[in-house]
């Protein structure tokens, strides 16, 4: 298994134990409206909002940046894999717009509290979709050459 | 259909039986990559390919050739 392939299956299990975690605080906490009224959970979300990125930028360039792990076939599937990662990102906004239209279409207004939430959404969805795409884009090459 | 095949494989049992560990590391790429060169998943670009004839020291066509089916 190639050393991208490794991080991309270790990347797409983390987030989706995130997921998971975040899904699982939310249900118990009741509400996204209660979720966000603790101060200390506030904080710590825009802590990992501001921290997830840049710790995910950092290791990608640390893996980029070495010529042993990583070559042309893997920058290659890299590339590819964004298109997942449209994909997801593009779907998932589509499913927020579509749920929240419905669910307060009476209130003719949204709670601020969902901007957090759609944020955090696409900074789950972003790095599993795109390890799912460096997987099946390995899968291909195995497959069809 | 046209096909770029290769004989890597021979031309490391030829230099002394190079091992996939080896030539990644003289051509600057992973061995996966040479694995996936071997077995024919992989063409490689033009700068890759010229870095494995480099490696072992012949020409491009000796190690890559293009074949046109009819």
């Known amino acids: ?145 | 259909m046209a096909r770029i095949s290769n004989r890597i494989r021979r031309l490391r049992f030829d230099n002394n039986e190079m091992t996939q560990e080896e030539l990644a590391n003289r051509a600057g790429c992973t061995r996966q990559t040479i694995i996936a060169l071997e077995q024919g998943k992989y063409v490689p670009s033009i700068e890759l390919a010229f870095k494995i004839a480099r490696s072992f020291g012949v020409t491009l066509e000796e190690v890559f050739q293009y074949e046109t089916g009819s």
């Open chain 1, 1 to 145: 298994m190639a050393p991208l392939q490794k991080r991309a299956l270790y990347s797409l299990a983390i987030g989706l134990i995130m997921a998971g975690v975040l899904a699982a605080v939310l249900v118990i906490k009741g509400d996204v409206t209660a979720f966000f009224e603790d101060e200390n959970m506030r904080y710590i979300l825009y802590a990992v909002l501001i921290g997830v990125p840049l710790v995910y930028l950092v290791l990608v360039n640390i893996t980029l940046r070495k010529p042993t792990q990583i070559d042309e076939r893997d920058k290659a599937i890299i590339e590819k894999s964004g298109k997942a990662q449209w994909v997801a990102i593009v779907l998932s906004l589509a499913v927020w717009n579509i749920a929240l239209t419905e669910v307060y279409w009476e209130q003719r207004q949204v709670p601020v509290d969902f901007l957090t939430l759609i944020f955090v959404s696409v900074l789950i969805i972003s790095p599993l979709a795109q390890s799912f795409g460096i997987l099946t884009g390995y899968w291909r090459i195995g497959k069809n050459g």
